[in-house]
Each structure stands twice: as C-alpha cells, then as structure tokens.
C-alpha cells in the first residue's frame, strides 16, 4: 500500500505490465525503493514486488501534484503500448516538475516475420470493416476496453477473450474470461474448436502473446493487427535491464 509520507529517492513505476513487474522484481533485488502504480481496470492484477498502489492520479495536474509531494528520484513509464493517455500525462506532469522520465516499452511486432502476412489497422474502427472481408467466426483479443468500436458486429457472433468480463456484452457474443499466457498448443486447440476463421489482436508485442499469431498462421487464420498510437516524445529502452540500468543511475 501507498504510504503518507514523501518517497525520497525512490522510483516511481506506471505499470501493470509484465515489464513493469519484472523491473519492479529488479529494482527491489538491488535496494532501491520502488512503488508501482497500477490503473485498477483489472479486477485482480498480479502485484509487483515493493509498494503498490491503485488507481489514477487525476490527469496531468493531478499526477504533478503528487510528484512534488512525493520527490520521486525518477519515474518509468511501463504500461501498455495502448495505454496513449497515462503515456501522454506522464510526459507532460514529469516535465512540469522536471522528474526524469523513462518509457519502458516492449518492441512491437512491425518487424515479426510474418507481419507482411496480416492485415494492418490504424485504429479501432477499421477492425470492423476488414473482418467484413476476411471471415465469419472471429477470435477477438483486443482487450475489453475497445469492445464498443465493433459496430454492428456485436449483432453477429465472436469469441471474444477478455481477463475481466466486459458490462453488458452482446447476447451474439461467447465470452471467455481467462488470464494469459496461452501457449500454442493451447491457442491452436481454441481456434479449432470455435472454427475461428479470422484473428483480431493490437500490436501489443513481446513473446506472451505471439502463440495466437503463429496458431493463426498454421491454421491459415487471417490476422488483423492495430498498429500503436503515436508515441510521446521521451527517452526509450526496450528491455527490463536497460531500464533497471537507467533507474539505478538517478536512484
């Protein structure tokens, strides 16, 4: 939990990623101090080692007033390559008060090797549209926080897979609340079964989620990617210990 008092040299992590986890494990293996904060839009979140805390800070004038009354050495953008607000309010409340700031941001899959195999979307709303040409019996993994982009496909049936169950899904819809990773065997034997004959995912990256992909592409599955929103303007690293390096320096 959070404390009262100011967080003195420590480093302050926007997480509820596995990175974020792994650096918090990192971090506190080497002494230093560190609270994760977590959005709270997952019912039960796996918790990173050291403080923890829950919820959001009240945008960028919120988040500000909190760095200056906490004087964290240091703060490390780690949550998800969609999660373009807290990335964004982060990067204005650290300047403000001239708190340095890493993203920490696992590599998309642009460069995957079958990534010229699928259908590419700049957002939400073209999901729809390209599964008009693609197939009938759709696999749904974009998270639940897009859910409503789907249009009048939510008069149509999907399997939609969610950690949490979404607010009043459609009747059309089979909801199936599980936690990942799913290994290919696993996302094989689903595909099957559902007769999944196209895949709807964000460019999330990393090596948790690409089981689906490479079950897609042995099964002939048509995948549709979200490409990632514009990233803010700030200093990157793509791995924990690059991070863990950065941190240790300020810390």
């Not at 607000?85 to 899959?109: D, F, H, K, Q």
């Not at 964000?202 to 990233?231: F, M, Q, W, Y």
């Amino acid at each position: 939990m959070e404390e009262n008092g100011p967080m003195t040299s420590s480093i302050l992590i926007l997480g509820g990623t596995a990175e974020a986890r792994s650096l918090a494990d990192a971090l506190t293996d080497c002494g230093t101090r560190v609270l994760s904060s977590l959005a709270g839009r997952v019912q039960n979140p796996v918790l990173p080692a050291g403080e923890v805390r829950v919820g959001g800070f009240g945008g960028v004038d919120g988040l500000a007033r909190w760095l200056v009354k906490n004087r964290p050495a240091a703060v490390v953008d780690a949550t998800h390559p969609f999660a373009a607000n807290i990335s964004a309010n982060a990067v204005a409340a650290c300047a403000r008060t001239r708190v340095p700031l890493l993203r920490l941001e696992r590599p998309g899959w642009s460069e995957h090797t079958l990534a010229d195999t699928w259908r590419w979307v700049d957002d939400m709303e073209q999901v729809c549209q390209a599964m008009e040409s693609l197939g009938t019996r759709p696999l749904i993994t974009t998270g639940r926080q897009g859910l409503d982009h789907y249009g009048h496909w939510r008069e149509r049936w999907a399997l939609v897979r969610v950690v949490d169950p979404p607010e009043n899904p459609p009747a059309a819809w089979e909801i199936l609340c599980r936690r990942g990773p799913f290994d290919l065997d696993t996302e094989r034997r689903l595909m099957r079964e559902h007769d999944i004959d196209v895949l709807t995912t964000k460019d999330s990256g990393g090596s948790l989620t690409e089981p689906k992909l490479r079950a897609a592409h042995d099964l002939g599955v048509p995948v549709i990617i979200v490409r990632r929103p514009t990233p803010p303007e700030v200093d990157v690293v793509n791995t924990v210990d690059a991070a863990t390096r950065w941190v240790l320096e300020r810390a």
